[in-house]
């Protein structure tokens, strides 16, 4: 059946819409940044937007199971940001741009033994680094902070969320969508259900996670939004305070109807 969402989500379409076109007025600006944490705030920025754009295409059209993966994502962004930026030394960021050294070699690693692949690698690396610098470059960065299994960072996402403050989120949100990201056994639930002596498999729009994901799409990229608007002094405070508290007084009210 074609999905129609229904009245109940109109505010909180609304509430991320306007949230998203606050950070249209910073794009349509010119801004000079330096430094690296500067870098990673406009790239965490820029990233939030499209997937937050995403998230919103796909509730509007029944597909809430697929935004919750991308909410995953933007939480992790989130994490990420935030925990760079809470290092007031440069340990952090260098680390995690470091890590891109290690990134590329892993690429060359995989295509070494793929002579068109490797060919095609050589003739871009008169345009970027060459090989010889990938390889060079990767092994400094990884004497130095000897990087692990959690890629960039010394912790897991975990742990890092439990760091700055997002434990609850990392337990609900996060842990939730895990299921469906991995395709385990609890995601069967989400898309098939019992009737009579047999299954239906339910593979068409359904209002299944909308209003959880748009909840948590707009916390998540508040949260980013604010954090980049501290950092680059992008001077949109007064913006971001009205809305946030229209916004929580909102899904309070929300809560409130549903204990009736």
Partial sequence: MPFQYTEEYRNLFDFNENLSSITNTIFDKKHHFSGLKEILASFSLGKAYKTHKAILLLCRHGYGEDAAILLRSLFDLDVTLTYILNDKTDERINRYFSHDWVARKKMYDYIVDKPDLLGEMENKSQEYDSIGEVLKQAKIAED???????????????????????????????????????????????????????????????????????????????????T????????????????SGRFVKAVEEKKDEKKK
Avoid: P
């Fill in 228 to 243: 980049c608007n501290n950092l680059l002094k992008l001077e949109i405070d007064d913006q971001l305070q009205a809305i």
């Fill in 144 to 226: 130095k902070y000897r990087y692990n299994i959690f890629g960039w960072s010394d912790k897991s996402i975990k742990r890092m969320a439990e760091e700055i403050g997002r434990k609850n989120e990392y337990r609900t949100i996060y842990f939730l969508q895990s299921n469906i990201i991995h395709s385990t056994t609890r995601s069967i639930n989400e898309y098939m259900k019992v009737e009579g002596d047999g299954l239906t498999v339910m593979a068409g729009e359904s209002t299944n996670w909308i209003e959880n994901d748009l909840v948590g799409a707009f916390d998540f990229f508040f949260r980013i939004i604010n």
